[in-house]
């Protein structure tokens, strides 16, 4: 077995990824501006083409770049424990994001909420939440994340979720989609199988698309399209209920870890995995509780 050199795997990486952006930019964006949804929908199948393509051109091993096994039950529940444990801190993120920059923000959703409006409902699950699912973690999760494989397994999730961030060429978007890249590459490379970060990867989009049908479409757009509004919803004191909230992210993250390993696989030193969360946890909690006194 050959050895697996850094630069090269690194400089394919970055090839890949560069065309990812080229296409995004001159290919997809046409065509989500003319098409929309539909736009939306070629741009996910360009984007499993090229990971299908790239992985032909490398001559690599389709098991080893796309790895799958039958889903197991316990996967299930810790691919769910995982992204609820980094959900959590994306919305923390995204609501301060939301508190700095309420019109840019509000701009974003109102143009998702019209662009998703143009098609019913089985429509936007497909096109929103299954293919992003599929097609997206195929060429990060899949060909990119195996790429990065010299790499120690953290930084391989965070490089991952960094391109992931990055790939979406929004300043304002770009840490809460990090931190959701970071948790899928981490699900993926725990359970050596692209299922759990394929099922969490859905359930973060479906939500997106149930958060148009909570009180309709034109009620949806009607609430969020006043800036002042949004600014005045989000509150030092929901702030710090939301970094109260973050006090359970590292147990969560820690459970669903350990059910996506398996028992038969280490699982590091137990101590002192247990004493970071339990710092973590203090933080967050001391700090939400502060932020909620302080707005009271």
């Not at 299908?52 to 316990?74: E, N, T």
């Not at 019109?103 to 998703?116: K, R």
Request: glycine share 10%; net charge positive.
């Amino acid at each position: 077995m050959k050895p697996v050199r850094l630069p090269a795997e690194l400089a394919k990486t970055a090839v890949v990824f560069g065309l990812a952006l080229v296409f995004l930019l001159f290919i997809a964006g046409p065509l989500q501006l003319r098409y929309g949804m539909t736009g939306l929908l070629l741009t996910e199948a360009g984007l499993l083409v090229l990971a299908l393509g790239a992985a032909f051109v490398s001559r690599d091993v389709p098991g080893q770049v796309f790895p799958w096994h039958a889903p197991r039950l316990r996967e299930v529940f810790g691919a769910l424990l995982v992204w609820l444990g980094s959900y959590i801190v994306v919305m923390l993120v995204a609501l301060v994001t939301q508190f700095l920059f309420p019109q840019q923000m509000t701009e974003v959703a109102v143009g998702m909420g019209d662009l998703f409006a143009t098609v019913p409902l089985w429509a936007r699950v497909l096109i929103v939440a299954v293919c992003p699912a599929v097609c997206e973690e195929m060429l990060f999760r899949g060909y990119l994340l195996h790429r990065l494989r010299p790499l120690p397994l953290w930084a391989r999730a965070l490089v991952c979720g960094v391109l992931f961030g990055a790939f979406h060429l929004d300043p304002l978007r770009f840490l809460p989609t990090a931190i959701l890249g970071v948790a899928l590459s981490w699900a993926v490379l725990q359970s050596r199988s692209l299922f759990p970060g394929m099922l969490m990867h859905f359930f973060n989009n479906g939500l997106s698309v149930l958060a148009t049908l909570a009180v309709g479409e034109a009620a949806y757009t009607e609430v969020i399209d006043s800036a002042a509004a949004v600014e005045a919803a989000i509150t030092v004191q929901v702030l710090g209920a939301y970094l109260f909230l973050c006090g359970l992210s590292p147990w969560l993250l820690w459970a669903g870890t350990a059910l996506l390993r398996g028992k038969g696989r280490p699982g590091g030193d137990r101590a002192r995995t247990a004493f970071v969360c339990l710092v973590v946890s203090a933080v967050c909690l001391g700090g939400g509780s502060l932020l909620v006194m302080r707005g009271m």
